[in-house]
Nanobody, 120 residues
Framework: QVQLVESGGGLVQAGGSLRLSCAASGSIFSINAMGWYRQAPGKQRELVAVITTYGSTNYADSVKGRFIISRDNAKNTVYLQMNSLKPEDTAVYYC??????????????WGQGTQVTVSS
């Protein structure tokens, strides 16, 4: 079994910063891409950022220049540094990963989510 656990969410004023973490644990052979998604009330879940095993990144247009995704492969952990936060960033943030539990079996678990609220 593989679990992803997010942490670091909270309440922050517009213009502030937060750093989210997501640690994967369990029976893990290796992890390929890892990413962050978010979902605001009444809206669909959307991709925020993704990072490959070797550090190649992609970001949603709405967060480019403000958010930074990174990872520590030795710790099976992905981070999301969020700067210059705006009220429209308010959402539940979820992490996702492509996890090989054997050399040939891939699963895509989700974390439980962490709430980020940005006040104006």
């Amino acid at each position: 079994q593989v679990q992803l656990v997010e942490s670091g969410g909270g309440l922050v004023q517009a213009g502030g910063s937060l750093r989210l973490s997501c640690a994967a644990s369990g029976s893990i052979f290796s992890i390929n891409a890892m990413g962050w998604y978010r979902q605001a009330p009444g809206k669909q879940r959307e991709l925020v950022a993704v990072i490959t095993t070797y550090g190649s990144t992609n970001y949603a247009d709405s967060v480019k220049g403000r958010f930074i995704i990174s990872r520590d492969n030795a710790k099976n952990t992905v981070y999301l540094q969020m700067n210059s936060l705006k009220p429209e960033d308010t959402a539940v943030y979820y992490c996702n990963a492509d996890v090989l539990i054997t050399a040939t079996v891939l699963i895509q678990p989700w974390g439980q989510g962490t709430q980020v609220t940005v006040s104006s």
